[in-house]
């Protein structure tokens, strides 16, 4: 998995390539972390290009959208596709975290 950070309008954007399953968890941790301590109040998660995800993945994913309800921030997802997508939906990720269609959408918060 490699992960990549940039800022796009109001908000910080986390772009996830390749499996992001139990072997990436620390990575994913990591960067969501720098980001947390950086003071954002809104993170979009790209997946974008990601090709896998596995129950540590969700685990990881439910964790962090319940760290950021509790500290009044923003975590939104965009990008997943195919197989990665029907595994969130049914993993109701979108009940936890916001999915939007882009960035754009997301920082509108415009629902996909």
Same mark, same amino acid.
């Given at each position: 998995?490699?992960?990549?950070?940039?800022?796009?309008?109001?908000?910080?954007?986390?772009?996830?390539?390749?499996?992001?399953?139990?072997?990436?968890?620390?990575?994913?941790?990591?960067?969501?972390?720098? +980001? &947390? %301590?950086?003071?954002?109040?809104?993170? $979009?998660?790209?997946?974008?290009?990601?090709?896998?995800?596995?129950? =540590? @993945? #969700?685990?990881?994913?439910?964790?962090?959208?319940?760290?950021?309800?509790?500290?009044?921030?923003?975590?939104?997802?965009?990008?997943?596709?195919?197989? +990665? &997508? %029907?595994?969130?939906?049914?993993?109701? $990720?979108?009940?936890?975290?916001?999915?939007?269609?882009?960035?754009? =959408? @997301? #920082?509108?918060?415009?629902?996909?």
């Amino acid at each position: 998995m490699q992960i990549a950070h940039r800022s796009y309008r109001n908000a910080d954007v986390i772009d996830i390539t390749g499996q992001f399953n139990f072997g990436t968890r620390k990575d994913f941790s990591t960067a969501l972390e720098k +980001v &947390k %301590q950086a003071g954002s109040t809104h993170v $979009i998660l790209n997946f974008k290009g990601v090709t896998f995800v596995d129950s =540590a @993945a #969700i685990g990881l994913l439910a964790l962090a959208a319940q760290q950021f309800k509790s500290g009044n921030r923003n975590l939104s997802l965009v990008g997943a596709q195919g197989t +990665v &997508k %029907q595994v969130l939906n049914l993993a109701h $990720i979108e009940q936890m975290i916001p999915t939007f269609a882009s960035e754009d =959408a @997301a #920082i509108s918060g415009k629902a996909a």
